[in-house]
T-cell receptor, first 109, second 116 residues
Framework: QKEVEQNSGPLSVPEGAIASLNCTYSDRGSQSFFWYRQYSGKSPELIMFIYSNGDKEDGRFTAQLNKASQYVSLLIRDSQPSDSATYLCAVKTGNQFYFGTGTSLTVIP | DAGVIQSPRHEVTEMGQEVTLRCKPISGHNSLFWYRQTMMRGLELLIYFNNNVPIDDSGMPEDRFSAKMPNASFSTLKIQPSEPRDSAVYFC??????????????FGPGTRLTVL
């Protein structure tokens, strides 16, 4: 079983809608959870991260953690075409970072 | 700051040749990571250094891969001999030891390696 699992998609949503991205992780001892955005041909860039003690909202982005189900989600409100990218979920366990394979999101104008 | 610098940006080589990828982390960052990204396997951690010391190289595929960090501002990833299955994008990332961005890894632009 992989440390971090994501649905590869592709996920398509209309402009203005809410995009919901999810990942599951295997190690209950994981302490921090990250969402990276990667545009085609570019390097990953951090959108936001949360610790195991709570959710976080930053502008149109909300990261949520369900520790019982070992499940992390990223909600993007008022989706824009510029949000079209691959979203990578990453989990920090100890000093190790484990990345999912990413979910491709397309926002349709 | 220029960010993480990687060179070359693209490398095309023939099977059996030695390949050396280079990385300059952000000044002041004390952790450095080498990743490989493919469509099939996603982003895989190969090795990471803390204060120039290799901490975990369990992700290095095999003995053909080696990495060094001779000082705080430079690291290399070497593949010898290279094989077609090594074709991927190789990312270097660095992370500070403290501060508000402690948990963030800053990625370089990557090196796209093609082994023919």
């Amino acid at each position: 079983q992989k440390e971090v699992e994501q649905n590869s998609g592709p996920l398509s949503v209309p402009e203005g809608a809410i995009a919901s991205l999810n990942c599951t992780y295997s190690d209950r001892g994981s302490q921090s959870f990250f969402w990276y955005r990667q545009y085609s041909g570019k390097s990953p860039e951090l959108i936001m991260f949360i610790y195991s003690n709570g959710d976080k909202e930053d502008g149109r982005f909300t990261a949520q953690l369900n520790k019982a189900s070992q499940y992390v989600s990223l909600l993007i409100r008022d989706s824009q075409p510029s949000d079209s990218a691959t979203y990578l979920c990453a989990v920090k366990t100890g000093n190790q970072f484990y990345f999912g394979t990413g979910t491709s999101l397309t926002v349709i104008p | 700051d220029a960010g993480v610098i990687q060179s070359p940006r693209h490398e095309v080589t023939e099977m059996g040749q030695e390949v050396t990828l280079r990385c300059k982390p952000i000044s002041g960052h004390n952790s450095l990571f080498w990743y490989r990204q493919t469509m099939m396997r996603g982003l895989e951690l190969l090795i990471y250094f803390n204060n120039n010391v290799p901490i975990d190289d369990s992700g290095m595929p095999e003995d053909r891969f080696s990495a060094k960090m001779p000082n705080a501002s430079f690291s290399t990833l070497k593949i010898q001999p290279s094989e077609p299955r090594d074709s991927a994008v190789y990312f270097c990332a660095s992370r500070p030891s403290s501060g508000s961005t402690y948990n963030e890894q800053f990625f370089g632009p990557g090196t796209r390696l093609t082994v023919l």
